[in-house]
């Protein structure tokens, strides 16, 4: 394998690790926060146990998610600086925004909220993990503003041999960005409500402090519906948005591979990209494709065999990923009605909350898919239509990357071992008296 | 004009990074040897409980800035200093989750486990830091594509070792007088007397830099043709004499704040006689990234300048309060709280 690839793999592993722990982070804080919120307006003290309990939880998550953040600003700079020499100007002063904005207040409120319980009032208190929650939210707008810039660039003039920023608006309103922002975030808190549920119904079944899990899990359910009916809106509209803007994504996106028009969408497909064609085609739904990309039946959706060969991302990986990930999407819509509907009497569904344990993981794997879309369907383009990845990378030698992508395999893994381990640890353990 | 604000702004990020972060590196180093006992290792882990991860974001912050405003200086920083920079990143993350999971798990093997990776985690970032940016003061091998003809060991020569060590030292006494005002009692007593044994060694190691900087790099240059320049060395000496002054009348508030001063000053040093250089190439010195060739463009420059000029100001002012309200000492009863570390 070579430097780009090595170095490929290394970006992967770094960015999926990473993101194992900030969808909980983004939506745990806030569900914290609601539950201390809750505490202060109500005096309930199951509330602020439940403060406590899911935010000694949220630490735990929080901890690991926090430092592989790190590993990603590095990357950038070690192995991808021709890509930051490039368009430093603009994807850089996104990260240290994001930094000077939200990071430090993040960082610095985490502390404070962890070592005051017993320091001001329950008010103040509230207001702590509130600025946690708020500024790893506005983390993630940024993160996603530099994400989104990559996936639609604009705003930028190309000077002196880069792209230097012409107009920083256009950069920050980027829709692309905008859609990207909501569609993670929604997914996030469908994350964390789903932890949440699942962690409550592990103790519900055991009738292991009924009242305090229920009062949790009601919380939690509303928000998981809320956001997984919101997610298939905005989703839908971050779809037709791709197709505009990244029409070869779209079309690896479906496996759609001649342009045509009142193009429709097939319920069972299986891609076989060798021979630009797909294997099994069933099921249509007249027109949908069209209709999703571009608002109109009749829309024209350009096919893949419209795009040079060096020009289509990977279609197996994105097709895939987008097809589970929407699977799953609806799957959540289900499984939090069902919830909500059942919520007063939740502690007799056994059946239901065995679901909602296993249903644990599978946001998780929900975000992963989604990123996967997003990153390996922008291929062969870093910065989508204006840098190709393989222009991007660094001059290295084989062994260094090579021996950083086996550090970090060994290493993240030790980690994530423990920290799932803790984390189950003491969502079992349940909350103190 | 704007490259040199930011160039300024630049070495104070770091500067401000170096003396906050330094005092949780440094005591962090010295975890086995300040405490006796279980309860004394948790009061050192709580001393810097509150404040360290917001110490780090100044870390963050000082390469987001570089990646922001010289994008080609972190460009070649990054992918030359490759194999340095990776492993401070592994000490850094070994360092951090230290905190958090130290104290889950009630069991003496598995925390002197974390006890082990706090002293690595801590003392790497220290002498690599010093390193890199000795090795930045004497010249990098830059070719004139920015490509870094070398490796880690390219680094660790004579002057970048003795900048390693000079991190180091700085940063021992820093956390060691961190630790007697945040404590009391034999903790305190052993806190302070390792500072007072530190100084010594730390001074000789600061002079013996100084002279080495003389002779392996071109800093001096800078100073030479602006003689007011000697002022940031002068205060810096003035502070490290003082933080002496300070030990030796156990006044440990006050030998904290005049040790900052001499890390913040000793940070000031290096970055003034680096101007207008950012890199400079060992190789030749028109390969060298500077504040003219490695800046970004104006437009991006002045929307960081109103970004910083508004929001640093914010960010200390929080972190001022946080320090203040939290920063009374720690104590074995505030070992009871069920959250502390």
């Keep these: 394998m070579d430097v780009l690839m090595l170095s490929r793999l290394q970006f992967a592993v770094a960015t999926m690790f990473h993101f194992l722990f900030v969808p909980l982070t983004l939506g745990l804080s806030i569900l914290t926060a609601i539950y201390e919120t809750m505490y202060v307006k109500t005096g309930d003290e199951d509330y602020r146990r439940a403060a406590k309990f899911w935010g000694k939880l949220f630490l735990i998550n929080f901890a690991l998610g926090v430092v592989t953040g790190i590993t990603l600003e590095f990357q950038f700079g070690t192995n991808w600086s021709r890509y930051s020499k490039y368009v430093g100007d603009i994807f850089g002063s996104l990260l240290a925004i994001e930094a000077t904005l939200a990071f430090y207040l993040e960082s610095t409120f985490i502390g404070v909220w962890l070592f005051t319980w017993n320091k001001v009032k329950p008010k103040t208190h509230a207001l702590f993990i509130w600025l946690v929650a708020i500024a790893s939210n506005i983390s993630a707008l940024w993160i996603l503003i530099a994400n989104g810039w990559m996936q639609n660039p604009v705003g930028y003039t190309l000077r002196n041999g880069r792209a230097e920023l012409a107009d920083f608006w256009a950069v920050i309103t980027n829709p692309f960005a905008v859609l990207e922002f909501l569609h993670t975030v929604s997914g996030a808190y469908i994350l964390a409500g789903f932890f949440v549920m699942g962690v409550c119904a592990y103790h519900l079944l055991r009738k292991n402090e009924v009242q305090f899990f229920k009062k949790s899990f009601n919380v939690a359910v509303t928000f998981a519906l809320i956001f997984a009916l919101f997610e298939a809106f905005n989703g839908h509209l971050h779809g037709a948005e791709v197709a505009k803007t990244q029409p070869a994504k779209l079309a690896a996106m479906e496996s759609h591979w001649e342009t045509a028009s009142n193009v429709p969408m097939y319920l069972l497909q299986i891609p076989d990209p060798a021979n630009e064609r797909n294997s099994v085609q069933a099921i249509p739904i007249p027109g949908m494709l069209s209709i999703l990309a571009h608002h109109d039946s009749s829309a024209t959706v350009k096919g893949l065999k419209d795009f040079p060969i060096s020009e289509r991302p990977p279609v197996m990986t994105t097709f895939w990923s987008f097809r589970l990930m929407v699977g799953l999407g609806f799957l959540f819509i289900l499984i939090a009605g069902l919830g909500w509907l059942k919520r007063r009497e939740i502690e007799n569904q056994s059946g239901l909350l065995k679901l909602f344990i296993y249903a644990i993981p599978l946001p998780y794997l929900a975000s992963e898919l989604g990123w996967a879309v997003a990153e390996v369907g922008r291929q062969p383009w870093i910065v989508y239509g204006l840098m190709k990845t393989a222009d991007a990378v660094s001059i290295l030698d084989v062994s260094q990357v090579a021996t950083s992508l086996a550090a970090f395999v060994v290493f993240y893994s030790m980690l994530g071992i423990i920290d799932f381990y803790l984390l189950a640890k003491y969502a079992r353990k349940g909350p103190v008296h | ?341």
């Design chain 2, 1 to 341: 004009m704007l490259e040199t604000i930011w160039f300024i702004l630049w070495g104070v990020l770091w500067a401000v990074y170096f003396m906050l972060d330094g005092f949780d590196l440094g005591l962090g180093t010295l975890l086995p040897v300040l405490s006796k006992n279980e309860s004394e290792r948790r009061i050192i882990y709580n001393s810097m409980g509150p404040f360290w991860d917001g110490n780090e974001v100044w870390l963050i912050t000082a390469g987001g800035a570089t990646f922001a405003a010289f994008p080609t200086a972190y460009a070649v920083m990054f992918n030359g200093l490759y194999s340095a920079l990776l492993l401070l990143l592994f000490a850094l993350i070994i360092r951090g989750v230290c905190f958090e999971f130290r104290n889950k798990v009630d069991s003496p093997g598995w925390r002197s486990v974390w006890d082990a990776a706090m002293v690595i985690g801590s003392f790497l970032p220290a002498l690599l830091l010093g390193v890199a940016f000795a090795n930045i003061f004497e010249g990098l091998p830059i070719d004139q594509n920015g490509v870094f003809q070398g490796g880690l060991l390219t680094l660790l020569n004579p002057y970048g070792l003795a900048g390693g060590v000079l991190f180091v030292l700085l940063f021992l006494v820093h956390g060691s007088l961190w630790l007697a005002v945040k404590s009391e009692g034999a903790l305190q007593d052993r806190a302070g007397a390792m500072a007072k044994k530190l100084w010594p060694v730390l001074l000789v190691v600061a002079v013996l830099f100084l002279g080495f900087t003389l002779v392996a790099t071109d800093l001096f240059h800078n100073y030479f043709k602006t003689p007011v320049l000697w002022l940031i060395p002068l205060i810096a000496v003035l502070a490290l004499i003082g933080t002496f002054v300070f030990i030796r009348q156990a006044a440990w508030g006050k030998a904290w704040i005049s040790s900052a001063l001499t890390i913040v000053f000793v940070t000031f040093f290096g970055v003034a006689g680096l101007f207008p250089r950012l890199l400079p190439s060992s190789l030749n010195s028109d390969y060298s990234v500077t504040i003219q060739n490695g800046a970004a463009s104006q437009l991006t420059l002045k929307i960081m300048l109103v970004v910083a000029l508004v929001m640093v100001p914010v960010v200390i002012a929080y972190q001022t309060w946080v320090y203040l309200f939290l920063g009374g000492k720690v104590t074995e009863k505030d070992l009871a709280y069920e959250e502390a570390y």
